[in-house]
């Protein structure tokens, strides 16, 4: 049994990714209490409330592993939110609201500073216990260009590319590090950021459970056998 800390647990990805490891010693994270404490107890474990795009409450979720877990054997970072619009849409209302500034930032800092952030105040308990391995649900729009989600494009990016960097130097410390990247999601991750999609774009999608057996692939390799990412999608969504 490993200990396994997932954020963004009480919804969508996450909570589908708690539920396939439920064997596990399981923490569980999320910003939004009441699905976070309906899961853990549904799954029988810990839970934190914390959001990953605040430095003060990544300091708190480390000092919580610290104190309750003598280690923490994998990482997975699945907290995010979603936008969309070309910088000539803003115009529109529905784009512009997609894109207010302090929206923007809310994403980057959950995006791409959260994972980097929990991977940064986690992996020395890793480092220190000679094995780890981190997972990130990134997303196809982190390894193509699209020009029609540019702020979630490049806050995906960020994310892939903060994985290169360091995969190197966290596999020296035996800690493997995987970006799982999936296409279109069937989860209520675009009705949370008031942007439903239509039921001919939303059925082209992965269940979100299709995703979380992707993950528990990567999270079942002999430790020695690394994936530094992998693409899912739809065959349909091409």
């Known amino acids: 049994m490993r200990n396994v800390l997932i954020t963004g647990a009480g919804d969508g990805v996450g909570?589908?990714?708690?539920?396939?490891?439920?064997?596990e010693n399981?923490?569980?994270?999320?910003?939004?209490?009441?699905?976070?404490?309906?899961?853990?107890?549904?799954?029988?474990?810990?839970?934190?409330?914390?959001?990953?795009?605040?430095?003060?409450?990544?300091?708190?979720?480390k000092e919580y592993v610290e104190d309750n877990f003598s280690q923490i054997d994998t990482l997975i970072n699945c907290a995010g939110l979603w936008s969309k619009g070309e910088i000539s849409q803003l115009s529109d209302s529905h784009f512009a609201k997609l894109n207010e500034m302090e929206r923007i930032k809310k994403l980057i800092d959950t995006n791409t500073f959260g994972t980097i952030a929990t991977i940064t105040e986690l992996s020395p308990i890793m480092i220190k216990n000679g094995r780890g391995q981190i997972i990130n649900i990134n997303s196809q729009s982190g390894?193509?260009?699209?020009?029609?989600?540019?702020?979630?494009?490049?806050?995906?990016?960020?994310?892939y590319y903060y994985r290169k960097a360091v995969q190197n130097d966290l596999a020296r410390h035996n800690i493997k590090i995987t970006d799982v990247c999936p296409g279109l999601i069937k989860t209520n991750f675009y009705i949370r950021a008031k942007d439903e999609l239509s039921d001919d774009i939303m059925k082209l999608g992965l269940e979100?459970?299709?995703v979380a057996s992707a993950v528990k692939y990567v999270f079942d390799l002999p430790h020695e056998i690394t994936i530094p990412s992998i693409e899912i999608r739809n065959i349909k969504n091409y």
């Open 15 to 23: 909570k589908a990714v708690a539920e396939v490891l439920r064997d």
């Open 26 to 61: 399981l923490l569980l994270v999320d910003i939004e209490e009441e699905n976070l404490r309906s899961v853990a107890n549904s799954l029988n474990c810990k839970y934190l409330l914390c959001d990953v795009s605040e430095p003060s409450d990544i300091k708190k979720l």
């Open 143 to 159: 390894v193509e260009t699209e020009a029609f989600c540019p702020v979630y494009n490049a806050s995906k990016h960020g994310g």
């Open 208 to 210: 979100a459970s299709e």
